[in-house]
């Protein structure tokens, strides 16, 4: 298509269709020609609405074959970046759902210079009919010009018939040309192995976009983004960054380079997904990141029947993209129906939210529509373990570790091959059972499945750190974290702490709070590694920052008045206060009597917390805080009963 004669403004921003530029003041901005034509396209119908199928048609033109889906994806978001223009809010394109795009703020045009235009549109005009060109009539025109070429060879006059051969082969690099940016027939993959293609070592898949007329669909664009991640990440070659991680990426549209360069990867896949009756349409495109080139695109429209076969296709094909063997099998041969799949997801979106109870109910939802739904007899197992973590009334704990306990169990004996079944049961197993082989055996099976899963990594830490294996447990946070750089940001400071490196601990927690300043955790690890240190004064502020600002003004005006005990003591008070009308925590209360001196009140509560089978008990004996009781006999047969190996 042609660019407008003239030049059209707006905003601070100007079109010119002479020079086939856009500016910002004196400034060219890039943009490339496929989103150059299409921002073209919106200012010429200057507000009205133009469908998607009309950019189809106008852009690559109705009879090709390209994945034009992607492509407008990708021009908008690249529109967008250019002008910096926000789609929840946007100044520029707006979006109409499920129709396509308008071009939404005012607009002027001021008369251009020279005829630049002319020959712009000129060369538009050849893209277009080039474009237009089908793989046949290629193939063909390419086979002409060769011969033309080949008869000209044989002729009597050598200038003219050099002429015509150059001729021939302008015609051919050209056709051909067009036919390599295409894709067409594969000419591509034809002319350059797979070898030329960049290897991705790691790689984020980025939120999928929810293209549903009902944003109560999220759920499921989240859950297929979830699962996507899994499958990847099944391939022990590839790093796939977690869920977590690229899920704070989700409705932010920032340049891929920059997100790249956050998560630490290579490679981005990114999509969307349209759910409609009983059909999902999804979108995916890959891109190397470093010189922000698409390296595959494809489209899929099946039914939901046929969603797992998909998800196994899909990520095969991925794995194969970035110039890797996937290992990734074919779908298990149980069916999963779709109303128990979208229940699932359900749950697990609830899960994430922190909605346990509502969790619990879609997964319970999902078994009854298909009893032997593994995945979901696991995450309704997770639901009943993640209330108790640090503890509950002994009523309450016993009937949901006996509920999770079943789960867990009914989970691995219908799926063997099922990671997350035995990643729960390796969290039943040192968490609620305290029997760390199994626990091991479990965490090891868990990793063995899925050697990209970081919950397996940081699951497989936190067994070695009940075990004593330190330096394996170092290594094992290190994993989890590089897979999961931001759902636990602390991990492998605490993990240094553990093991008594404490200055690596306080350089690993300080680079992480440049980063995530109002991270708690970092902020409570950092404390004790300080403790441990004897900077006590620092260990109180970074203590501090853990509570609301009224309650840390209060806890540094303790210290400013009583020093570094004032300030334990107010806050041993505070959490005294803050349960006493609930169940209270005695692996705190042990703790901070621990740095207060207090040998009696702590090991009181160490053997409270021992009676209560209070999970966090495993990490006992790796706790610093309690090294001053280590030979008191009290503390020892706590060790004993509990199976540890003897303290260092």
Known sequence: MGVPFGVVKFAEFELDGGRYELRRGDRVLKLEKIPMELLTLLLERNGQLVTRDEIVEKIWGKDVFLDTEHGINTAIRKIRQTLGDDPENPRF?????????????????????????????????????????QPAELDSNVRAITSVASATEE??????????????????????????????RGVRERLFSSSARPRIRALAVLPLENLSADPAQEYFADGMTDELITMLAKNPELRVVSRTSVMQYKKVHRPLADVARELGVDGILEGSVERSGNRVHINTQLIYAPQDRHLWAESYNRDLNDLASLQTELAQTVARQVGFSTTVGTPAARHISPEAHDAYLLGRYYFVAGQTEKARESFLKAIRLQPDYAAAHASLADSYFAEMVFGAP??????????????????????????????????????????????????ARSIELNPGDSEAHYMRYNVLLALQRLPDAVVEARKSMELDPRSRPETLGDALLRAGQYDAAISELRARAEVLPDNEGIHEVLATVYWQKGLLAESIHEEALKYVPQSRAAMEAALRDGGVRGALEWELDHWKKVNARKYNFPMQFAQM????????????????????????????????????????????AIVKKMGFPPAS
């Not at 394109?93 to 210079?113: C, D, E, H, L």
């Not at 002994?394 to 219908?414: D, W």
């Not at 040998?599 to 090294?627: G, I, N």
Request: net charge negative; charged share 20%.
């Open 93 to 133: 394109v707006q979006t109409v759902t499920g129709k396509g795009y308008r071009f939404i703020a005012s607009t002027s045009a001021i008369p251009a210079k020279g005829n630049g235009s002319a020959v712009t549109s000129a060369a538009g005009l050849a893209d277009e009919q080039l474009l237009a060109t």
């Open 155 to 184: 002729g009597p006059r050598g200038g003219r018939t050099i002429q015509i051969a150059g001729l021939a082969l302008i015609a051919v690099v050209g056709v051909a040309a067009v036919a390599f940016g295409l894709n067409l």
């Open 394 to 443: 002994k009523q309450e704990f016993q009937e949901a570790m006996t509920k999770g306990e079943q789960s867990a169990r009914q989970a691995v004996a219908l799926d063997e091959s099922d990671a997350q079944a035995h990643l729960t049961m390796a969290a039943f197993n040192l968490l609620f059972a305290w029997d760390f082989k199994a626990a091991e055996r479990e965490s």
């Open 593 to 636: 009597s621990a740095r207060l001196g207090k040998k009696e009140e702590a090991l009181r509560c160490l053997e409270r917390a021992y009676a209560e089978h209070v999970p966090t008990m495993v990490f006992l004996q790796s706790e610093h805080d309690f090294d001053f009781v280590h030979s008191d006999p009290r503390y020892q």
